[in-house]
């Protein structure tokens, strides 16, 4: 069975960091691009950024561009999230998707707060 574990979240205040990590099980990790995805407080979810299967090419949002940045360890079958700078609108529950949705994370509360 696909397992995907994020942790990492927290709450923080604004301007402060985070630093997301996705653990991925039971599949072959290094052959998948992989999203992160949140969804805010009473709104739907919103892609993120994906990062390839070799971790060469990567997109962000426009929103989180120069705060946000994607990551993978394919011998370590994680990826991760490093959030910088974080904004109040950046409150989510963040998920952890294979390419095409197929797989998902139960998802890491980030809460942004003074």
């Known amino acids: 069975e696909v397992q995907l574990v994020e942790s990492g979240g927290g709450l923080v205040q604004p301007g402060g960091s985070l630093r997301l990590s996705c653990a991925a099980s039971?599949?072959?990790?290094?052959?998948?691009?992989m999203n992160w995805v949140r969804q805010a407080p009473g709104k739907g979810l919103e892609w993120v950024s994906e990062i390839n299967n070799g971790g060469s090419s990567i997109e962000l949002i426009d929103s989180v561009k120069g705060r946000f940045t994607i990551s993978r360890d394919n011998a370590k079958n994680t990826l991760y999230l490093q959030m910088n700078s974080l904004k109040l609108e950046d409150t989510a529950v963040y998920y952890c998707v294979t390419e095409g949705g197929d797989f998902w994370g139960q998802g890491t509360q980030v809460i942004v707060s003074s």
């Open positions: 039971e599949f072959t990790f290094s052959t998948y691009a």
